[in-house]
């Protein structure tokens, strides 16, 4: 495009040395001020005018040379260049010469190919982007919209695989007006992102949301995700209800941990893992002859228990597994009757057991583990 340019100002060169002379007359015999100015601006911008015209007409129009031509009229008379709204012009020019950003072969593929694409939209930056009224959208916001924009609507992209689409966003994201890209956020990649919640599902989805939701949380922010989280947590309900920790996958649920804003991650604990884990206390039966193998569920629980804050998960303890556990200890004391050290030992394995095979030491099933001994 910088060749473009150079050749089209070449062009241009010998005819603007036989219009200098009789321009510089016409100043001559006017007034000197404003009005001088003016008339010859008017003059100048009716020759660019009529030259654009006729490369157009003619075919021969590039958009290295249409930028040659614009950028010497704001240069030279940047307040005519407002007057007459030359950006706008400039817009409406370039629109169709921007090649790139057109579909290939009958296909939207911008999104597979942003590299060069925002460089050659920056070129036309500086021609389109002046003091327009409050009201007034830019000749380049104007550009990006019904250029840009609508082919990234049109470009496929997976929200499985969101690495073009990210790859745009991160490539465009000084070129594009914050209205283009609200609008690209909101309406190109939430829609995608709420279909694929409301239609995901633990039993055969593959992808983890680490993978294709968490990527947009910068960009989209915890707030507009919203109702991803809440189609997600209306499926895990579904999915988990009536059933225990051996029933449910525990990968499919720790997976939203890190994904879920704050609270809708705490609610979701509050009304569906505790039930899981609760539920899976309730049915556990324990004897003084429980061992940690594969029958006892306990270590599973824990495993679950990681998940859920302490405040919820010690009163669960207390009045599902506590009781329990003081009660197998009361029966292995007094009907086993075991002698001091062998009771020591008995009590000692559990205790290691539950929290080397479940447990983080700050976690609070430790802590229980440890409560429950003495």
């Known amino acids: 495009m910088r060749e473009e340019g150079t ?12 219009l200098r002379g009789s321009a510089r ?28 015209r006729r490369e157009t007409s003619s075919g021969t129009l590039t958009l290295g040379g249409l930028i040659c031509e614009f950028e010497q009229l704001k240069e030279k008379f940047p307040e005519a260049y407002g007057t007459y709204r030359l950006a706008y012009t400039a817009g409406r020019l370039a629109a169709p010469r921007l090649h790139p950003l057109r579909p290939k072969h009958g296909r ?57 689409m990210l790859r745009f ?121 429980m061992t940690w193998g594969r029958g006892n569920t306990f270590p599973l629980v824990m495993r679950w228990a990681l998940l859920v804050p302490a405040r919820y998960m010690v009163p669960v303890l207390e009045s599902k597994f506590f009781a329990k556990w003081r009660y197998a200890v009361y029966r292995f004391v007094t009907e086993v009757r075991p002698l001091p050290r062998e009771a020591a030992v008995w009590g000692m394995n559990r205790g290691r057991g539950s929290s080397r095979r479940s447990c983080s030491p700050t976690s609070a099933c430790s802590s229980s583990s440890r409560l429950a001994l003495t």
């Not at 050749?7 to 036989?18: E, H, I, N, S, T």
């Not at 001559?28 to 660019?48: F, K, M, P």
């Not at 884990?277 to 039966?285: A, H």
């Open 169 to 289: 966003v991160e490539t465009w994201k000084d070129n594009l007006p914050p209205s283009a890209m609200r609008f690209i956020l909101q309406e190109v990649v939430m829609p995608e992102l709420v279909a694929a919640a409301e239609s995901w599902s633990p039993v055969w989805w593959t992808e983890p949301g680490s993978v294709w939701v968490s990527p947009s949380i910068p960009h989209l922010g915890l707030g507009r995700l919203h109702g991803v989280y809440v189609a997600i947590t209306t499926e895990l309900r579904r999915w988990m209800k009536g059933r225990d920790v051996t029933q449910c996958a525990y990968s499919e649920v720790s997976q939203w941990k890190d994904v879920f804003d704050p609270a809708t991650w705490d609610e979701f604990v509050q009304r569906q893992v505790l039930p899981v884990v609760s539920r899976s206390l309730q049915d556990l039966s324990i004897s003084p002859a």
């Open 108 to 164: 939207w593929d911008l999104l597979q190919r942003p590299a060069g694409a925002p460089a050659l939209v920056q070129s036309l930056r500086n021609i389109l982007e002046e003091d327009a009224p409050e009201s007034a959208m830019s000749a380049y916001t104007l550009l990006i919209n019904d250029v840009v924009l609508p082919s990234v609507r049109a470009s496929p992209w997976n929200v499985t695989n969101p690495e073009q």
């Open 7 to 18: 050749a089209y100002a070449a062009a241009r060169a010998q005819p603007q040395k036989m």
């Open 25 to 52: 007359m016409a100043r001559l015999s006017s007034h000197d001020g404003d009005g001088s100015r003016l008339v010859w601006a008017e003059e100048e911008i009716t020759r660019a005018m009529a030259v654009v």
